[in-house]
C-alpha cells in the first residue's frame, strides 16, 4: 500500500540521473555516451536538464546550480535517491548517508534528504519525470527527423527547449506563484570541480581518485602547489604526466 505524497508550495525539490544511450543521439556523426540530470521542482513539475558523464560530484553540483539559477530561488528541501556523488556507504550498517562532499546544499542553506534502499516510490516526482524525460526527448528527435546535433550545447539546449515547451510551459501559473515562496539564493556559486593535492610518492607516482599517475622523478615529497617551475625537464619537454591505471 502506498500513499499520496503531498507536496508543498517552494518546499522541495528533486533530482537524479538517468541514462540517455537509448536515443542514440549523435554529435557531428559521432555517438554521445552520456547521461541526463534531472532537476524538479516538487509542487509544480518544473524542470532542468543537464548533460553528464557520469553521476559524479561535480556533475550533480553543476546540474543543481544551474538549475537553482535558472529558477532563481532556493526552496526548503532538496531529496535525492542514494546517489554515489551525495552519500557513502556506512559499512557497519549497510545503510547510506550523505557525503560531506556535498556542500553545496548547506551553501544554499537546505535540508536534505535521501530514500531508503530499493524504495524508489519514496523520491516519486523524481523517479517520475526521469522516466518520461526520454520518451519526450525520444518523440521529439523523431518529429526532428535526426538524431545529429553540431555540438554537444546544441544537444542540451535542445533538450531543455523540449522540457520547456512539454513539460514547464502548462506549469507557468503555478511557478509564478511559487517563485515570491522562494528564499534569495546566495550572491555566488560553489565551485563545480574539485581539487586534490597529493604529495608525490617515493615512486614518482601520485595518487588520485583511485587512480595511479607518475610524474618526474624530481616532484617526490612535494604537493602540486610547489611543482610550479620544476616541471620542465633539462631538455624543455614540458608534456603531461602519463596515467597508467
Not at 528533486?14 to 524538479?40: R, S, Y
Not at 523520491?123 to 546535433?149: C, K, M, Y
Not at 511559487?178 to 604529495?199: G, H, Q, S, W
Request: proline letters at 5%.
Amino acid at each position: 500500500m502506498f500513499f499520496e505524497q503531498e507536496h508543498h508550495i517552494g518546499r522541495q525539490d528533486a533530482f537524479d540521473f538517468t541514462h540517455a544511450a537509448e536515443l542514440g543521439t549523435t554529435v557531428g556523426g559521432q555517438a554521445l555516451d552520456h547521461l541526463l540530470f534531472v532537476f524538479t521542482l516538487c509542487y509544480n513539475s518544473w524542470t532542468w536538464l543537464e548533460v553528464a558523464y557520469g553521476e559524479s560530484h561535480e556533475a550533480l553540483v553543476r546540474g543543481f546550480q544551474t538549475a537553482l539559477w535558472a529558477r532563481s530561488g532556493v526552496p526548503d528541501e532538496v531529496w535525492s535517491d542514494k546517489l554515489s556523488a551525495a552519500t557513502h556507504e556506512l559499512k557497519a550498517t549497510g545503510g547510506r548517508a550523505l557525503t560531506g562532499r556535498f556542500d553545496v546544499r548547506d551553501h544554499y542553506g537546505l535540508r536534505s534528504g535521501r530514500i531508503r534502499p530499493d524504495e524508489a516510490h519514496e523520491n516519486g516526482v523524481a523517479e517520475t519525470r526521469r522516466g518520461r524525460i526520454t520518451p519526450l526527448l525520444a518523440q521529439a528527435l523523431l518529429l526532428r527527423s535526426s538524431s545529429d546535433l553540431p555540438s554537444v550545447a546544441e544537444r542540451e539546449a535542445f533538450a531543455r527547449a523540449t522540457v520547456e515547451l512539454r513539460v514547464n510551459r502548462p506549469h507557468v501559473a503555478q511557478l509564478a506563484a511559487e517563485r515570491p515562496l522562494l528564499r534569495t539564493r546566495p550572491a555566488a556559486r560553489v565551485p563545480n570541480c574539485t581539487t586534490y593535492r597529493p604529495t608525490v610518492r617515493r615512486w614518482s607516482t601520485i595518487r588520485v581518485i583511485g587512480r595511479t599517475y607518475s610524474v618526474p622523478s624530481r616532484l617526490i615529497g612535494l604537493r602540486p602547489e610547489e611543482w610550479s617551475g620544476l616541471t620542465e625537464s633539462p631538455r624543455g619537454d614540458n608534456s603531461p604526466a602519463k596515467g597508467r591505471s
